[in-house]
């Protein structure tokens, strides 16, 4: 018997996961097939992207739709309109042997109207983003009546995401519901609310701490000075020539900012972040899959569920400020049995995120030296005499020319005739790192080289960048909120970002408990911070906000002088 006949599944389905080549189930699968067949069992699954979790709980919504009743009896909801094209995508194909079964991915940005045509014709299944699944539900375009099973995938995500209240509206409003299935990729304390709140004794399956592929993929880190971080990325992809990769930032502005400089200097890369149209989105996201793009800058929101084959390398432009991000930005590479690097730029400050993070997955992360310049240049010519010696000489009539290529060069030797070729290919790579810096910040020894000299000047690319601020530190600021106010990471990240007026960027880490949080934030801008802040109301208690590690003096002139003269010196490029 096939194993995943075994697992209770009909002949349609096994055909079709055979059809994919599928020839053994993941550990989700496993687990939560034959649980969720049943169709009354509430389910916790916790498993990250890459793990076959769409499968896990695609596969069964399938065998429990009833193809005759025309109405929706499943809703998968997700928390980005790329998950939820990938859900419903993944689902056509399994459904392929399947009479009388419809789906519909729904979600903002794509033409309403639309998509209440399609739902009007009788759709069984339907995978929704929160904010336009709410939107069809007001208008009536939905009826949750009849609704007999709710997957939330990537359920941590939407939490963190701000869409707390539109799950908890679905959840209370499909009354009918025989079943909850839950997915997400960790548990903090408000997806497990959800559970408490929704789920009946619900079957808890975990998958590994890691991604299936994350045995395959290699993490490396770089100790950089925070003003050097643009200059070593340009070197990572430059000393990685056959690179095809994503490289994440935390914001949209950083993302735009960094894909404008290197197309600008000749790269091959463009930018995916929230304020694409779906449009340019899927023209990015096309290139990007066809290979015709070899890099992609984005964020974590963009990039949420890109399943992309082969990707060779993530970078992480800068450490995420959530330690379960880095699994999710990592595992777009090494899938499905081929090897990945994981590269980030890190400071000296974010070592022990490196311990964590080392912890978390259980893997050992390799400290590497930023390639110098000659490195890279050397990297380069291998490349290249590679790419040279497996030219394709198959097509073309080289005989014909051959004599007068050898008459033109009979008087140089064969020595000056590659050095030739070779200036061609590389005038601009050997100009650009002739006087290339250290990169490296030299108090922490690499594996791989121990820099000799202890010069931090900016190397040949010297534009002062927005990101030479992080250098001059963050001190931590104590605030009498937490979860219990009801906050989570974002939206405490916005309301302390609208009280101040200040941008994302002067932000660190965030800690939130329950009863209070702990912000990191550009020394320079913390005065302000607390001048908005500390002594405001919130839910009629008053806001205390101070430095966690003592010292402050607050409101002093002297700290105001400080604020507008760091101003002044932000001015981006
Ligand atoms: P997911 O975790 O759902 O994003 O799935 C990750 C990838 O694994 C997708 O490309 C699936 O097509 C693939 N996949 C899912 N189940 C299996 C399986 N049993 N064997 C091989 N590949 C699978």
């Known amino acids: 018997m096939n194993a995943f006949e075994a697992l209770g599944l009909n002949e349609q389905l096994v055909q079709a996961i055979a059809d994919l080549g ?20 509430d389910f916790i699954g916790l498993a990250q992207t890459g793990t076959g979790k769409t499968a896990a709980f695609g596969l069964p919504l399938l065998q429990l739709i009833e193809p005759t009743e025309r109405h929706a009896q499943a809703l998968i909801v997700c928390p980005t309109r790329e998950l939820c094209l990938q859900i419903t995508n993944d689902i056509e194909t399994y459904k392929k042997h399947c009479r009388g079964i419809f789906t519909e991915a729904v979600y903002g940005g794509a033409s309403i109207m639309m998509q209440i045509r399609n739902l009007k014709k009788g759709v069984q299944i339907v995978v929704a983003t929160p904010g336009r699944l709410i939107d069809l539900i007001e208008r009536k ?9 709710v997957v939330l995938d990537e359920a941590d995500e939407m939490l963190n995401m701000g869409f707390r209240d539109d ?24 997806v497990r609310a959800i559970s408490k709140n929704y789920m009946d004794n619900p079957k808890e399956v975990t ?13 490396q880190y770089f100790i950089v000075p925070a003003q050097f971080r643009y200059e070593a990325l340009k070197r990572l992809i430059d000393f990685n020539p056959g690179m095809y990769g994503i490289i994440f930032t935390r914001t949209k502005a950083d ?18 972040h929230g304020d694409l149209t779906q449009q340019q989105r899927d023209k990015v996201m096309g290139r990007f899959r066809s290979k015709s793009l070899q890099l992609l800058i984005a964020t974590d929101v963009a990039a949420r569920g890109i399943d992309v084959d082969g990707i060779t390398h993530v970078i992480n432009f800068e450490l995420p400020d959530d330690m379960e991000v880095y699994t999710h930005r990592s595992g777009r590479t090494g899938r499905a049995g081929k090897t990945g690097i994981c590269l980030s730029i890190c400071h000296s400050r974010e070592s022990y995120k490196i311990r964590t993070l080392e912890k978390m997955i259980n893997s050992k992360f390799h400290k590497v030296d930023v390639p110098s310049g000659k490195e890279v240049c050397r990297k380069q010519f ?25 008459s033109k060069f009979s008087d140089i030797s064969k020595e000056e005739v590659l050095q030739r070729v070779a200036a061609l290919e590389f005038n601009h ?17 690499g594996d791989r080289r121990i820099p000799e000299r202890n010069d931090m000047r900016a190397g040949p690319d010297r534009e002062r960048s927005s990101y030479t601020r992080r250098d001059s530190g963050y001190t931590r600021l104590f ?7 009801g906050f989570y990471k974002a939206s405490f990240l916005q309301f302390i970002l609208d009280e101040s007026d200040l941008k994302k960027e002067v932000l660190g880490k965030i800690d939130m408990r329950e009863m209070n949080s702990w912000v990191e934030i550009d020394k320079a801008e913390a005065t302000r911070m607390i001048n908005a802040i500390d002594g405001k109301r919130y839910n009629n208690r008053i806001i205390r906000m101070n430095e966690a590690d003592g010292g402050f003096k607050r409101p002093a002139d002297e700290g105001r002088k400080r604020i507008y003269a760091s101003k002044e010196k932000r001015s981006f490029r």
């Open 141 to 149: 375009a939905i009826d949750l009546q009849k609704v007999k099973y």
């Open 255 to 272: 993302a735009q900012e960094i894909s404008e400089r290197l197309a600008k200097a000749g790269y091959d890369i463009e930018a995916l």
């Open 429 to 445: 790579f050997l100009k650009y790192y002739e006087n290339a810096e250290d990169l490296n910040r030299n108090d922490v020894r």
């Open 22 to 41: 599928f020839e053994t189930p993941t550990p989700v699968q496993e687990k939560a097939i034959p649980v969720l067949l049943s169709g009354t069992t």
């Open 167 to 190: 799950i908890d509206f679905v959840l209370k409003n499909t009354i009918n519901r025989e079943s909850t299935w839950l997915f997400s990729a960790t548990m903090p304390p408000e």
């Open 207 to 219: 998958v590994g701490k890691k991604n299936s592929g994350n045995v395959n993929i290699d993490h």
């Open 382 to 406: 291998f490349h290249f005499m590679d790419k040279l010696m497996q030219a394709d000489l198959s097509h073309g009539d080289y005989e014909t020319y051959l004599p007068d290529l050898v």
């Open 479 to 485: 605030v009498n909120l937490g979860t219990k106010d």
